[in-house]
Nanobody, 120 residues
Framework: VQLVESGGGLVQPGGSLRLSCAAS????????MSWYRQAPGKERELVAT????????NYADSVKGRFTISRDNAKSMVYLQMNNLKPEDTAMYYC??????????????WGKGTLVTLSS
């Protein structure tokens, strides 16, 4: 099983980036996919989530209206389009997959992250 993020980098405030996460080794369409981020010295936080069929999405209040999560089940890819980036968006961004297999039992996978840095 692998989740491999890409697309991070150095960007100026107000700029845009598109993060990608390539999944392999599991039935991608059966998993809810999310992006998390962790800024230096802070706890990891949920940024956005998309259900397996892509019918439902949710966002953290801090990114609503600026970020868009999407997925392509045929390619086993999930994306995070980030617009109007702010300095507080600087963080390591992680791809996360989860599937509930029984009551109170889930299977989950994490990627290793891609770094997004806002320049001053």
């Amino acid at each position: 099983v692998q989740l491999v993020e890409s697309g991070g980098g150095l960007v100026q405030p107000g700029g845009s980036l598109r993060l990608s996460c390539a999944a392999s080794g599991f039935t991608f369409s059966s998993y809810t996919m999310s992006w998390y981020r962790q800024a230096p010295g802070k706890e990891r936080e949920l940024v956005a989530t998309i259900t397996g069929a892509g019918g439902r999405v949710n966002y953290a209040d801090s990114v609503k209206g600026r970020f868009t999560i999407s997925r392509d089940n045929a390619k086993s890819m999930v994306y995070l389009q980030m617009n109007n980036l702010k300095p507080e968006d600087t963080a390591m961004y992680y791809c996360y997959a989860v599937r509930q297999i029984a009551t109170f039992q889930t299977v989950e996978y994490w990627g290793k992250g891609t770094l997004v840095t806002l320049s001053s």
